[in-house]
């Protein structure tokens, strides 16, 4: 009798204990990452902003070590993608070489403890690791692992298991950098949002001067992400009656086209007739295309 308890015991240890691992370099992920830097030509404390993509496709062998592609876009709507180097994966570590000549470097290392440090290549003082909890993304249970730099005394840093660090994908290591600064705001897999930035209420943002993007000439979506009733407001001195308003799916399929026959200055749409993922939203005019992204959650 003694010897089935123990086992019991010893099974129901086994099962509540273990913890699936949710591997990172895998085809068809795509991260989108916040850069931000100091203006310096202003203000002194303005910056200047924009949004990069990071994509994993393909296969490549480099020093004869197989890697998965990595590609890089600063398009809202990427079309155009740059070879960005490659990443593996092995053990719960991940490793990243980069494009002319850039040495390959361990970014990440999900099986470390707490106490444990992490050195990187940009030859920044290494950082420790302060705790680790698990936090239910995309309904799942995943690790979080906290960082600190020694000397700072606080955490800047935090890697989450599938995810990424909150710096960026290929950012980790970077948070006590001095003159500009990167985040995480977004991870898809196979198209499908599975994470977003809690502080961020969407993918893509940028910083410029062109007309388009001021706030009064540009299609404005609120609430972003969307559970519920939407609003897609229109874009100074375009009203309801002259436009139409199409909504596509990652795929480029449309899921939604509103003829518009009033003088509204908005569409109201629901998210709950679409399923969860980022959509795209085009609205037509005679002489203009208005363009925005929208996550349903």
């Not at 202003?42 to 910056?47: E, R």
């Not at 740059?82 to 990443?87: E, F, L, P």
């Not at 991940?94 to 290549?121: C, M, Q, R």
């Not at 606080?154 to 298991?161: G, S």
Request: net charge negative; with cysteine.
């Amino acid at each position: 009798m003694k010897k089935i308890t123990f086992l019991a015991f010893m099974l129901v240890g086994v099962f509540a204990y273990s913890q699936e691992y949710f591997p990172l370099v895998e085809e068809n992920n795509e991260w989108n990452v916040l850069q931000v830097i100091y203006d310096g030509i202003s203000l002194p404390w303005d910056t200047i902003y924009w949004s990069m993509s990071y994509k994993i496709s393909g296969d490549t062998v480099i020093d004869n070590k197989a890697y998965k592609k990595v590609f890089k876009s600063e398009e809202e709507f990427p079309v155009s993608w740059q070879y960005w180097g490659g990443m593996r994966e092995e053990n719960q570590e991940a490793w990243y070489i980069g494009i002319n000549n850039y040495p390959e470097s361990k970014i990440y290392d999900f099986d470390l403890s707490v106490g444990d440090t992490i050195n990187f290549i940009f030859d920044f003082q290494p950082m420790a690791v302060d705790s680790i909890v698990f936090k239910e993304i995309n309904g799942e249970d995943r690790k979080h692992i906290y960082f600190s730099y020694p000397n700072m005394g606080y955490t800047k840093e935090c890697w989450i298991e599938g995810i990424g660090s909150n710096r960026g994908i290929l950012q980790s290591g970077t948070a006590g950098f001095v003159g500009g600064w990167t985040w995480m705001m977004c991870k898809s897999e196979n198209q499908q949002l599975i994470y977003m930035n809690p502080d961020y209420e969407t993918c893509y943002m940028i910083s410029t001067g062109i007309e388009d993007n001021r706030s009064g000439s540009k299609l404005r979506v609120y609430p972003n992400p969307a559970k519920g009733n939407f609003f897609v407001r229109l874009p100074d001195n375009i009203s309801g009656n002259e436009c139409i308003l199409k909504m596509y799916n990652a795929q480029g399929e449309l899921f939604e086209q509103i003829n518009a026959t009033t003088g509204d200055d908005r569409f109201i749409l629901d998210s709950q007739k679409f399923p969860k993922g980022m959509y795209l939203i085009k609205v037509e005019t005679e002489s203009r295309v208005f363009t925005s992204k929208v996550v349903i959650r």
